[in-house]
C-alpha cells in the first residue's frame, strides 16, 4: 500500500510561482511511474505531468509545457511540480498519482494510488 500526500499548494498571482510536492510512504517509490494531474471546478480530472521511475523521462501536457518542471528525489520518496508563470486557468486541485508502466498517462482509471490533493489558485 501507497500514500500519497501533496503539499505546497495555496494562492499566487498571475505570472507567480509555487512548487508542489508529493510525498509517498513505503518503501517502494522509485517501482512507480509519479503523475500530476488537475481538476478544476465543474471539469474533469486532467493530466499534467508524468515522471518515469527513473526521473529519466518526462512529459507534459501542451498546455503547460514550457511552464511546469516535474522532477522526482526517489531518496526522499517525493516527487515535485514547479510552476512558473501561473495562469488564472492554471487554478484547480492538483492531485499526484502513481502507476506501474510510463503508458496510458492520461487514462485515469490505470492508476493505482491516488492523493487527496492540494488547492492552487491563481488570481487575475
Known amino acids: 500500500q501507497v500514500q500519497l500526500v501533496e503539499s505546497g499548494g495555496g494562492l499566487v498571482q498571475a505570472g507567480g510561482s509555487l512548487k508542489l510536492s508529493c510525498v509517498a510512504s513505503?518503501?517502494?517509490?522509485?517501482?512507480?511511474?509519479m503523475v500530476w494531474f488537475r481538476q478544476a471546478p465543474g471539469k474533469e480530472r486532467e493530466f499534467v505531468a508524468a515522471?518515469?521511475?527513473?526521473?529519466?523521462?518526462?512529459y507534459y501536457a501542451d498546455s503547460v509545457k514550457g511552464r511546469f518542471t516535474i522532477s522526482r528525489d526517489n531518496d526522499k520518496n517525493t516527487v515535485y511540480l514547479q510552476m512558473n508563470s501561473l495562469k488564472p486557468e492554471d487554478t484547480a486541485v492538483y492531485y499526484c498519482a502513481a502507476k506501474l508502466t510510463f503508458s496510458n498517462l492520461y487514462k485515469r482509471d490505470g492508476y493505482d494510488y491516488w492523493g487527496q490533493g492540494t488547492q492552487v489558485t491563481v488570481s487575475s
Open positions: 513505503g518503501r517502494t517509490f522509485s517501482s512507480y511511474v
Open positions: 515522471i518515469s521511475k527513473s526521473g529519466g523521462s518526462t
